[in-house]
């Protein structure tokens, strides 16, 4: 899995690698169990099979034991679903639209500067929008750049902060995914469904449209900058 950078994420980088730790250990036990029993109770060390047919004590031991083990991966579980779903005060509000096939971006409470591409009101309480679209390999800069992932106009998001995203679609179905931030939600026509990220490192993160949406559905990527609270308070001078 890619590094995660919330806490969200790392408690699914956490919680996967503890099961399969407990994966393992299950898997190693009954590898052995089975080579055990092919080896005792083969034909020729056991010509007269026995007539038991029950265990009691083995029984018990097979039944209480998983049910712990699942006890055990149960509580963390849990308490994650619980954070994923969580609702903490945003500091900032963020809606993103799917669209065929493109992402628009809109920032409800956002005050300051915005590129040329956005839109600024004051009588509706600073309200930025702008759409994001896939960079061809024909325009990239230079080679550093990965296709099929390059937008022109990435969506800034700060460190630090409590961040709600606001998913929605405009034509069919799609998917807001960004795998290290460890978020993914259906983009549903007509309705708006939410989540909460808290990124802990700047840097820039990928994602893709995870719905099959058309034929274009490979070619609607996502990108975010991760910058500092500061940096992303004049956001105009950083990217533009």
């Known amino acids: 899995m890619q590094d995660g950078y919330t806490p969200i994420m790392e ?15 299950i898997l190693g036990f009954v ?5 055990i029993t092919v080896y005792i109770f083969r034909v020729s060390s056991n010509e007269r099979p026995t007539n038991v047919t029950h265990g009691t004590l083995i029984e018990v031991i097979w039944t209480v034991t998983p049910t712990l083990i699942l006890l055990v991966i149960a509580l963390p579980t849990f308490a994650l679903l619980y954070s994923m779903d969580e609702g903490i005060e945003p500091e900032i509000t963020v809606k993103a639209i799917g ?16 590129d040329a591409n956005s839109t600024l009101s004051e009588s509706d309480g600073g309200h930025v929008a702008f759409d994001s679209f896939m960079v061809n390999d024909a325009d990239f800069d230079d080679w550093s750049q990965l296709r099929l992932l390059e937008v022109d106009n990435p969506l800034i998001l700060p460190v630090d902060t ?3 995203m606001l998913v929605t679609s405009a034509d069919v179905l799609h998917s807001w995914a960004v795998p290290s931030l460890g978020v993914k939600m259906d983009a549903v026509p007509g ?7 808290f990124i802990n490192h700047t840097g820039t993160f990928y994602g893709q449209c995870s719905e099959i949406c058309g034929t274009n559905h490979g070619f609607m990527p996502i990108k ?4 500092t609270r500061s940096q992303y308070l004049n956001w105009w001078f950083l990217v533009w």
Request: aromatic fraction near 24%; hydrophobic fraction near 50%; glycine fraction near 4%.
């Open 162 to 164: 409590h961040i709600r």
């Open 99 to 114: 669209h065929q096939w493109y992402w628009s971006y809109e920032y409800s409470d956002f005050y300051g500067s915005m």
């Open 224 to 227: 975010i900058l991760a910058v």
């Open 31 to 35: 590898c052995w169990m089975l080579f």
């Open 11 to 25: 408690g699914i980088t956490n919680l996967h690698n503890d099961i399969m730790f407990f994966i393992f250990v």
């Open 191 to 197: 309705r708006l469904n939410q989540l909460s990220m």
